[in-house]
């Protein structure tokens, strides 16, 4: 206990900042987020931008190609798809790990399974 203290009484204490200061950060602060933000809302509420354009679609090769098709599926997907494929414990491994096992099976094995085939179904 007296050891803490000792390492308490080595550090000075901190003085409070000048209040000019605090101000200062203050003002920084509403000019560099909150004006931007407020000019943002502005021009997306009177057009200036149009904040309904959609994403663009997936183009065919996100369906054929399975590097894409896998970033594209949820983990739930990959888990699903990894037991069809009969890949052993892929349960205790995270997204990115188990679509580098996913892939190298399906790359292994060549074969073709993302041309119509919805993962979604166990």
């Known amino acids: 206990m007296q050891r803490i203290r000792k390492n308490i009484a080595k550090y000075p204490k ?3 900042l ?11 602060a509403v000019v560099g987020v909150l004006i931007p933000e407020l000019l ?4 997306i509420s009177i ?3 149009n904040a309904e354009q959609k994403l663009p679609t997936n183009s065919n090769l996100w369906q054929t190609q399975p590097e894409l098709r896998l970033s594209s599926m949820s983990f739930r997907e990959l888990r699903l798809l990894a037991m069809k494929l009969k890949i052993q414990g892929y349960s205790s ?7 580098k096992r996913v892939l190298s099976k399906i790359q292994c094995k060549n074969l073709n399974l993302f041309q119509h ?4 179904t166990p």
């Open 18 to 28: 000048p209040k000019g200061l605090v101000k200062i950060y203050g003002l920084i």
């Open 47 to 49: 057009g200036l931008i």
């Open 117 to 120: 085939h919805d993962f979604n």
């Open 93 to 99: 491994q995270n997204k990115n790990d188990l679509s």
């Open 14 to 16: 901190l003085k409070p």
């Open 40 to 43: 943002a809302e502005f021009a």
